[in-house]
C-alpha cells in the first residue's frame, strides 16, 4: 500500500439498496464505493467539478469486488478508501464496507482506474505530483 | 388522449429492480417507463441516438405516478405508452403497467416533457408535423 | 401544512446520479427524497429498522413530481421534507430540493403513502399520536 | 470452460445508464449482466421466480470486471453468459459484452456465486444434476 490519504464515508441501508432476499443487493455497494472513490479523488486533486470543464474524467478500468457478509436495510455502513498504487498512466484504489454497529467486514474492493480525456477516451498522465505515493 | 403511437414494451422484474420489503421498489417502475418513453419518443421522430448529436433532449418536466398494486420478482410486465395532449412546447405521455399473468393494473403514469437545447436548458418548438396529433 | 418536524438532508451530485445529457438523471432526484422521507419517517416514529420485524412497511402511493432546473454534477443539494397531510389511512409528504450555492429550487414532489402490512399488502391505521397532526 | 447453456441477451443504452462523462456509466453494466445471469440461472435450474418460495438464492461471491471500451446512449449491446467452472458449492459464470454494430468487445466479466439459505445465509449444495458441468 502506498502512502497517501484514507477517506471515511458513511451509508445508511435504504429501502433502495436493498432487494427481494431482504439484504444490500451487491450492485448498490458499488455506488457506496463511488461515492468514497469521488471524495478520495478529490483529496488527490482530482476535482470533479471541474472534470465536465477540462473533459478529463477518472475512467475505471477494473472492478474486483468480494462480498463477504450481508448488509440490512437500517443498517450503518463504514466505507474506507485509499490509494493502493500509482503507475504512469494507471492507479488501484482500495475499498473496504464494515458494519458500523459489530465492525464486521462485508465487502473489500479494488478498483483499478485511468485519466482519461472525453470525448476521445484518451488516457493522459497522472498529476505530476502523484510521484510522492510511488 | 390524442391520436397517435402506441408503444408495448415488456420487463421481467429481476432482483434489483425489488427491495426488501418483497415487492418491486417504487423507482425502478420509472426505469420501465423511461424505456417505454424513449422508444415511443423514436416513433414520434425524437431519435436519441441523433440527441447527442443535435443537443436536444426530451427533459421530463412532471410526473405523476399512482401506485396501485405491487409487482413481484420474476414476474412478467406490460408497459403501454402513448401520446396524450401536445402543446406549443410541452407534451404529455400516458403510462400504464400491467402484470401479464393476470392483465392487473399495478401502475399508471401521466409525464409532461418538453424539448430542450443543452447545455443552455433552453425549450425549443416540438416538430411541426406533432400538428396532426393535437 | 400540518405540523411537524422537517428533515433536512444533503446529497452531492455523484456521476451515477448524472446521465450523457450532462445533467442530474429525474430518477436520482427521487433517491435523494426517499432517504429523506426514510428520516422523516423515523423521526415520525416509523422506525424502518424495526419495519422487517414488524412487517409494516410505509408504501407510496402517489408521486407527483416537478422538475424546475437541472442539477449538475458536483453540485451540492438541500432536501426538505415534510408531513403536509394526514389522514386516516394515508398521509401526503412535501419535498423541496434546492441548490446549495445560490438556493435555486430545482425540484418539488408531494407524495401519498400508506402504513401496509406485507405480504398481504393490506392498509394499517396511522399510529394514534399522530392525530396530533391532522 | 465447462459445458453447458450459453445465454444471449440484449440491451439498448437508455439514459438511466449514461452518466455526466457522455458513455455508460460502470454501474450499468452490472445490471445488463446480472439479467442476463438470472436467465442463465434459469436455464441451469435455479428458478428465481421459485426462490422466494424455497428461501434459497443465488448470492454473488466476487465479481471480477474489466472495462475495455465505453457504450454509449442509444447503441445496442449483446450479453453473452456462460457457466464457467463448477465446485461442491460455489461456482464461477462468465460473461461478455459486445457492441452489436461492430462486435467491439466493450466489457467482460467473470462472478462467483454460491446457493444460500436465507435469511440465515447459509451455503447449501449445488444441484446434484450440475456435475455434469464439472
Same mark, same amino acid.
Given at each position: 500500500m502506498v502512502k497517501g490519504p484514507r477517506i471515511e464515508t458513511r451509508e445508511q441501508v435504504m429501502f433502495y439498496d436493498t432487494d427481494a432476499a431482504g439484504v444490500v443487493h451487491n450492485i448498490s455497494y458499488l455506488r457506496f464505493i463511488e461515492k468514497n472513490r469521488t471524495l478520495l479523488g478529490s483529496e488527490l486533486g482530482l476535482d470533479y467539478k471541474e472534470m465536465s470543464g477540462s473533459g478529463i474524467y477518472g475512467a475505471v478500468l477494473r472492478i474486483e469486488i468480494d462480498y463477504r457478509r450481508p448488509g440490512r436495510l437500517g443498517e450503518d455502513l463504514q466505507v474506507s478508501g485509499w490509494l493502493e498504487e500509482v503507475k504512469k498512466v494507471k492507479f488501484w484504489c482500495g475499498f473496504e464496507i464494515h458494519r458500523? @454497529?459489530?465492525? @464486521?467486514?462485508l465487502v473489500a474492493s479494488r478498483q483499478e482506474l485511468a485519466l482519461v480525456k472525453m470525448p476521445e477516451g484518451k488516457p493522459t498522465r497522472l498529476p505530476a505530483d502523484w510521484k510522492k505515493y510511488i
Amino acid at each position: 500500500m502506498v502512502k497517501g490519504p484514507r477517506i471515511e464515508t458513511r451509508e445508511q441501508v435504504m429501502f433502495y439498496d436493498t432487494d427481494a432476499a431482504g439484504v444490500v443487493h451487491n450492485i448498490s455497494y458499488l455506488r457506496f464505493i463511488e461515492k468514497n472513490r469521488t471524495l478520495l479523488g478529490s483529496e488527490l486533486g482530482l476535482d470533479y467539478k471541474e472534470m465536465s470543464g477540462s473533459g478529463i474524467y477518472g475512467a475505471v478500468l477494473r472492478i474486483e469486488i468480494d462480498y463477504r457478509r450481508p448488509g440490512r436495510l437500517g443498517e450503518d455502513l463504514q466505507v474506507s478508501g485509499w490509494l493502493e498504487e500509482v503507475k504512469k498512466v494507471k492507479f488501484w484504489c482500495g475499498f473496504e464496507i464494515h458494519r458500523t @454497529e459489530d465492525n @464486521e467486514l462485508l465487502v473489500a474492493s479494488r478498483q483499478e482506474l485511468a485519466l482519461v480525456k472525453m470525448p476521445e477516451g484518451k488516457p493522459t498522465r497522472l498529476p505530476a505530483d502523484w510521484k510522492k505515493y510511488i
